[in-house]
Nanobody, 121 residues
Framework: QVQLVESGGGLVQAGGSLRLSCAAS????????MGWYRQAPGKERELVAL???????NYTDYVKDRFTISRDNAKSTVYLQMNTLKAEDTAVYYC???????????????WGQGTQVTVSS
């Protein structure tokens, strides 16, 4: 059983900052990729940022230079530092991890329950 638990969401004024955390727990052999997605009301879920186990990162264009993704492999935790937040960043943010539960098992994708981020203009 694997769980991803997010924290750090909330209400912030435009121009402010928030830091999201997501901790993976349970039977984990290796976490290949961790990332953050978001879903605004009436829109599809979209990628925000990804980070691989060797630290390579990928960001969607509209958060580059504002958001930073990082991870602590020892804690199986991924972070998203969000600066200069805009009203259009308002969404539910979901943690995502592609991981193996055993050395010979195929990697699967797991999701957190989501955390609300609301940016007031």
């Amino acid at each position: 059983q694997v769980q991803l638990v997010e924290s750090g969401g909330g209400l912030v004024q435009a121009g402010g900052s928030l830091r999201l955390s997501c901790a993976a727990s349970g039977r984990i052999f290796r976490i290949n990729v961790m990332g953050w997605y978001r879903q605004a009301p009436g829109k599809e879920r979209e990628l925000v940022a990804l980070i691989t186990d060797d630290g390579s990162t990928n960001y969607t264009d509209y958060v580059k230079d504002r958001f930073t993704i990082s991870r602590d492999n020892a804690k199986s935790t991924v972070y998203l530092q969000m600066n200069t937040l805009k009203a259009e960043d308002t969404a539910v943010y979901y943690c995502n991890a592609r991981l193996q539960t055993g050395q010979l098992t195929r990697a699967r994708t797991y999701w957190g329950q989501g955390t609300q981020v609301t940016v007031s203009s």
